[in-house]
């Protein structure tokens, strides 16, 4: 067994451990009224769904990094040999799924000395630099190797070395096992969940995780996207976000205009998560309430001539949502690094389900979205004017997120890869604008009342504000900073002379409809150069900003996080 040095000492993971330090989000218990009310056979096929998603977590761990594994085993070790310093550590490679992560002050850190965050994550092979990468492409692009190539620049494979070219090995293949394992649990859970429906779309996705092709995984989103009244929740997270290599190929001129002359579209690689939970009804009813309203919101959108979007405004809304008691988050859904999501809207627009005629989901997570009402309150008594507080609410902050969802699915559906790495910060920035700059209209709707109105914008502006300037891998926390230097700019909010946030409301809207308008012609656009300028204009970090972000340290410690899962870990070992 490989060995390993500490990344952090002792007194450091004392303090990042500690409840001042380390906040904890509480799935459901296992007495929880939620799991009780389940039918048997749903009981049991619950047990078999978070074995699978954990079975997924296995495999996500190699694709963030090769040295995860032999980490997570190495520590077990020490930990049996009675090792303070590795039990510490466990805790926080636990919950951050990895031994690289970053936390609530954008600060990078490794739990292991000399392992350090690679741009190729367990992608690609640890010594590829960037520009052997570009190289080897070009010279097999030039001696007409297309299929390889566009094998290598998909979302869904592991790179390896080959003499001196890169083979793509579709992941499926790559970690045949560990899939094979996640599948039987799969097909497991078919065999005793109530619901015919979720059990054809188990049935479907369990081939699609034991035999290497695209197609049916595009089946098998295409059947959960329809998905709508079924008593549990079992999603395959596939999101894009962290892989940093792939993404890099548009940035080199020669590579670029070879892959455009061969219809390729490179594709960030993906990361695996899983979600299983009990679909909760009474919020479930409440989300589909905006849905009548998606078509108006996509015939609103800027440009909305020029592109084919999700939402049709002349066709039938594809898009189910489901409002969940999470049971379990592993892999990428579940780590911890900064934060955790509220929800997902999947799947995103590279996947081939929505070529198919597919739709799209929105799952929403209300473990996720609890709060602590005590330092909830000294956050707002340090950073926003008295006055407002009134209008702060909580549940702003869910309504927020539902319109933040939905806008993911409006606004130009294919094109946006050539944005290189900054498509998802820019994709994020469209759906946050997109939730703010409808708010006006909802109201014209019925969809808000007034008040509602007000609660939203001021909840989303005290929200955004950050407690360090975050790096550029970190797209929810960049477009954060884009939108408050630009709401700023329209002065729509200012700080007072306690240097508390105070939200003109009346002028947030607009400035938001405003962005939003800029962000589309940047997608439209498909240019590189006009995407990083639009960010970089954008991503500046101001006095505003730091003096805020100071205040919010002073009342808030938490650098790290983690998931507890108590009913996931009963039902794991059942």
Not at 124 to 149: A, S
Not at 228 to 238: A, G, H, M, N, S
Not at 336 to 359: V, Y
Not at 543 to 552: C, F, G, S, T, V
Request: with cysteine.
């Amino acid at each position: 067994m490989e060995k390993f040095d500490y990344g952090l000492d002792i007194e450091e993971l004392k303090k990042r451990t500690g409840s001042e330090y380390l906040t904890d989000k509480k799935m459901l218990d296992i007495d929880s009224d939620e799991y009780n009310a389940l039918a048997e056979g749903d009981k049991k096929a619950l047990s078999h769904l978070v074995k699978a998603a954990y079975h997924l977590e296995k495999i996500n761990m190699q694709l963030d990094n090769r040295k995860n594994l032999e980490f997570k085993n190495w520590l077990e070790e020490q930990i049996k040999n009675g090792d303070e310093q590795a039990k510490l550590t466990k805790i926080l490679f636990d919950a951050q799924k990895g031994i690289c992560a970053i936390d609530t002050e954008s600060h990078k850190f490794s739990l292991a000395k000399g392992i350090n965050e690679l741009p190729q994550k367990g992608l690609y092979p640890e010594d590829l630099t960037v520009e052997e990468f570009h190289q080897i492409l070009i010279k097999m692009l030039n001696e007409g190797k297309i299929e390889e190539v566009k094998t290598i620049l998909n979302q869904r494979s592991v790179v390896e070395r080959e003499g001196e070219e890169l083979k793509g090995i579709d992941y499926v293949t790559y970690f045949k096992q560990d899939f094979e394992l996640a599948a039987d649990e799969l097909f497991q859970a078919a065999k005793v969940s109530t619901n015919k429906d979720f059990d054809h779309f188990l049935l479907m996705q369990a081939q699609a995780l034991i035999i290497p092709n695209p197609m049916l995984d595009a089946y098998a989103d295409k059947k959960w996207a329809e998905l709508q009244d079924t008593p549990l929740e079992f999603t395959i997270t596939r999101e894009n976000y962290a892989d940093e290599m792939t993404e890099t190929v548009v940035e080199n001129p020669t590579l670029k205009a070879l892959l455009d002359k061969n219809n390729i579209v490179p594709v960030s690689k993906d990361f695996l998560g899983g979600r299983v939970g009990i679909i909760n009804k009474e919020g479930t009813e409440a989300l589909l309430k905006i849905k009548e309203f998606l078509p108006a919101l996509a015939s609103k959108m800027p440009y909305a001539d020029k592109y084919e979007q999700n939402i049709s405004p002349k066709a039938d809304t594809k898009q189910t949502m489901v409002d969940v008691d999470l049971v379990a988050v592993t892999g990428d859904v579940g780590a911890f690094r900064g934060g955790i999501t509220l929800a997902e809207n999947l799947p995103n627009n590279d996947k081939l389900s929505l070529t198919i005629g597919g739709g799209r989901r929105n799952v929403y997570h209300r473990q996720i979205r609890v709060s602590d009402p005590e330092k909830l309150q000294k956050r707002l008594d340090a950073i926003l004017d008295k006055e407002q507080h009134q209008y702060y609410l909580d549940d702003a902050d869910h309504w927020f997120t539902i319109g933040h969802e939905n806008a993911h699915s409006l606004g130009p559906n294919k094109g946006t890869e050539a944005l290189g790495k900054y498509t998802s910060i820019i994709e994020e920035n469209k759906a946050d604008m997109g939730s703010l700059a409808f708010v006006d209209y909802l109201v014209e709707l019925g969809y808000y009342t007034s008040l509602q109105r007000k609660q939203i914008i001021v909840t989303f502006v005290a929200d955004n504000f950050l407690k360090s300037k975050p790096v550029l891998s970190q797209a929810h926390r960049v477009r954060s900073v884009m939108q408050n230097y630009f709401l700023f700019k329209h002065g729509a909010y200012t700080l007072s002379e306690e240097n508390k946030i105070h939200v003109n409301i009346d002028k947030v809207v607009p400035a938001a409809e405003e962005m939003l308008k800029n962000i589309i012609k940047v997608q439209l656009s498909g240019n590189f150069a006009e995407g990083e300028k639009y960010v970089l204009d954008n991503f500046v970090w101001t006095d505003e900003m730091n003096i805020i972000a100071e205040k919010l340290k002073e009342v808030n410690k938490t650098l790290n996080g983690r998931v507890i899962s108590k009913l996931a870990d009963k039902l794991l070992n059942e």
